[in-house]
């Protein structure tokens, strides 16, 4: 039976959280957001694409920037309330310029930054 | 200068999307909500503490099923909207006995399950 986007749940805003690892290194790279249709776009061209909730509009990753996100592999959690996208990341997945968005470490004390922007 | 919870970016219900990731394999176990008391709860105790969104309440992971986890690291991304946590996770991370809840494949002619509970 072929996978129908409109099975899995979406929030009122009609969207569904999607997390982006690393297919090779496991590194969780960052989270992002699809509705029905961008779930869709994604398995049909293989190039990662999310909804832009600041533009309201599709954003196929590295459109721009190059730094485009290949699909390996689609999964839903239990709840079918959110994604995992395994990804072969071209450059950088992080607008700062760094592979991850998680680069910065929380403890009570404070914030630590983990990694700088790659030149 | 000691962290504030209150510095994090929280949908318009007060909640943040948490990332659970086992420290040791990588392996991406599950995603669920905090508040910034679940934050602070985290951090002081040391033990995996959300909201659950249905029961409207702490959700100490593991505190009836005893699949705990214990906070390895806490990470926030970029956009200071998402929160990883590095865990180390007792026994299966999700409800249905599997070590995570992404145990769902999705490809555009239908679904695989990946794992099976664990006996």
Redo the contacts between chains.
Sequence with gaps: ???DPASLKYDPNGLI?C?A?DHA????L??AWMNPDAVAQT??TGRVTYWSRSRQGFWIKGETSGHIQRLV???????RD?L?VLVDQTGPA???N?RS???????????TV?SEPVA
């Design positions: 039976m072929p996978f959280p997390i690892q290194s496991g590194e969780v960052m989270m398995l049909a592999e689609l999964r839903v959690d239990c709840d959110c995992l992080c607008h700062t760094r968005c998680f680069f910065t470490s929380i403890g009570m004390q404070g914030e983990l």
